[in-house]
């Protein structure tokens, strides 16, 4: 169907719909049965049973299946039945991990759904995009997304930027009327708006026409479906580790195979147990886990407000040393509220707070009514007509929908009994030039009921001094002099000290017919009529925030379009500002090079009255000065300043689907406090890694040396085949997991951020993985050779105890890694996930060894008291000796 070549009446008899009332209940529910959701066909999912599989394809599991078929052909049955069950176990652990990951990223997806204002039985409401029909009637302003393919109504000043579509990165600008032609391309369809592309100015009305793979974008929707996994530095770092893992490993496998065949043991043993080894040595679990602690650290981000868009923000988060923040909505609680109203040279004072429109109007200690001051009235009327927010009532609570500066305004009017409907009936619209952010105005252009024509304006005070001729002072209509100028800036200047937001309200007579094409035309020669002065307060959280971040090396930076005496005060209040601090204007920031920024952004801490242009230029400074950044926005001219960050903040309330589509991370609340708690769940996420490759490697690295020693000694085999895996599955597995639980250290946030350059094996990790690795192996040999000396007729009891002896060093150990410090820095019952495992891991051992049915299989036997007391002493060596050596150091 040619939507763009029919009227809009035609487009509505075609898709059997109401302009004015939208779809009924009934209506939607008919047509999402019969069509579906909005939605594009995903890609086909695996098939389970395939999924499972693909848990069978690593080199090294493909080996340990080639040895259980070598032990199942020489008639070692109950080995290969062992070894197969435990192959088995890991793949159905790997399965699992998978699967929740998949889940997890569901959920996100679900939780991160667009949403679309939509007219359904006479109201305006928010749906998720994908419950969108043919015939529904949408509106969209500046930064929403197109959710589906619509015949365009009513435009005001719209422009769509199609390049997803298009190819074509300038906007288009939309109009309504019909475009006939044999040949119309998707870029020349200027009355139709598509799926997947972005509203950059203005706004509109359409009807959708097409959903899901009705639509333009369907058409290509393979393209989309190729979704691709993002893979995390640490991911990569832990990739190539894999690598010289199984290179070491191979080597050493091939090593104690020669040793082992040098020394009289027979070929089979040896393979099998060279292979044991090489399983050892590679941490198969690590992806697992590293894939299981930042899903876990997703999920605990979005219970704090955050999600999570790309895995690689989990990460980065840990490194951030700068926070460019917006103040409105994230630092303050986004209920602006106006306190005070200037016009004339007179001030009033407005009372009540938030969006409950109760309060009243005060000339000193002098109650008023607007309505008895022409000026204030026209003030109050005309900031109402400019305006697109709406305040309403749900539950006793009134909630706001729209900018929370234009809500004020709202607010203001509907004290002095100034409503929208009451306006409604007196003044039509008949043209609306929208807010943009390089002009920082908005205008209309009304005609009253007695057909005389206005444009009225508002937005920056000093934009609109600028731009205007007159003055409304006295109740009377004067000519702006330089004197009354002064006397406009210094009222700006008063309110600023107060910490309040400044709007200015003008207005200009049109004639009957006079025509006004663009901005330009319409906001100059302006009548200025006065200010509206308003606050929006610090959350009571956000103080002890930027506290914390100062503690832990994070530097907070204030970036808003606020007046710079707003911001000065503003940021005075949360501690952004020290003594000393610099505070610039986006002015100066316009004749600033990035390389002259460079060199005095680190004293700066607030940025006030920035486009922007400006925030993008911010953000380079820093990151050319080595910073890793994280910038927060929330409008569509955020977007390059957000993607071009180390970490991209969305807002999740007042962020547009432009910004949060640009964006690592969106925030739920629009809170401050709430980016400084990614942030630590961000550095704990990296210290856990951190703490599992240390317990996986040193455990390795001692199961491996245990063995080759013994080869060396040409002593018998310490551990046979089947412990090695055992140990490598039970032991390794369960606490490593439980470490990735693990809760942040106390002075996480006292700490300075991480060099993203930092390797895993930094700060001292290699020499402690090798140093206990050594220790455990050590011990573990000794408690063999103790045994095996005293009683060589008995190898079997003296392999019992070696394992025993292996296990329980590795689960003492594991309390040392909670800590860079050491094991007695922290409490060791403060994670139960780890206590837990620690105690399911000797059970499992405490089964192995005396369960009879179990013997035979993994080649154990009970042991005594005596040998428990050998076993513990010995376990305890590799962590409390060195802990012990770092104690007495300290003191020294």
Known sequence: MKWYELRAEDVKEKVNTDFKHGLSKDQVSERLAQFGYNELQEAEKPNMFLLFLEQFKDFMVLVLLAATLVSGLLGEYIDATAIIAIVIINGFLGFFQERKAEKSLEALKELSAPQVMVLRDSNWIKVSSKELVVGDVVKFSSGDRISADVRLIQTNSLEIEESALTGES??????????????????????????????????????????????????????????????????????????????????????????????????????????????????????????????????????????VRKLPAVETLGCASVICSDKTGTMTQNKMTVTHLWSGGKTWNVTGTGYNPVGGFFAGNQEIHPSNVKSIGQLLTFGLLCNNATINKKKKEYVLDGDPTEGALVVSAWKADITRDLLNNQFIIEKEFPFDSSRKMMSVIVRDSNGKRFVVTKGAPDVLIKNSESILWDEKQQFLSDRLKGEVEKAIENLGGQALRTIAVAFKPLGPTQSVYNEIEAETNLIFIGLQGMIDPPRDEVKQAVQECKEAGIRTVMITGDHIVTATAIARQLGILPEGGKVVQGTELSDMTVEELEEIVEDVYVFARVSPEHKLKIVKALQKNGHIVAMTGDGVNDAPAIKASDIGIAMGITGTDVAKEASSLVLLDDNFATIKAAIKEGRNIYENIRKFIRYLLASNVGEILVMLFAMLLALPLPLVPIQILWVNLVTDGLPAMALGLDQAEGDVMRRAPRNPREGVFARGLAWKIISRGFLIGGVTLAAFMIVYYRDPNNLMYAQTIAFATLVMAQLIHVFDCRSDRSVYHRNPFENKYLVFAVLSSILLMLVVIYYPPLQPIFHTTAITLRDWLLILGLSAVPTFLLAGSLLTKKKA
């Open 170 to 307: 300038l906007p288009v600008q939309k109009k309504v009327e019909p475009i006939m032609g044999d040949k119309v391309g998707i870029g020349d369809q200027e009355n139709m708006a598509f799926m997947g592309t972005m509203v950059t100015r203005g706004s509109g009305v359409g009807v959708v026409v097409g959903t899901g793979m009705k639509t333009a974008m369907g058409q290509i929707a393979d393209l989309l479906q190729s979704a691709e996994t993002m893979v995390t530095p640490l991911q990569r770092k832990l990739e190539q580790l894999g690598k010289i893992l199984i290179t070491v490993a191979l080597l050493l496998t091939f090593l104690v195979v020669l040793l082992g065949v040098i020394q009289g043991h027979d070929l089979y043993s040896m393979f099998l147990a060279g292979v044991s080894l090489a399983v050892a040595a590679i941490p198969e679990g690590l992806p697992a886990i590293v894939t299981v602690a930042l899903s876990l650290g997703v999920q605990r981000m979005i219970k704090n407000n955050a999600i």
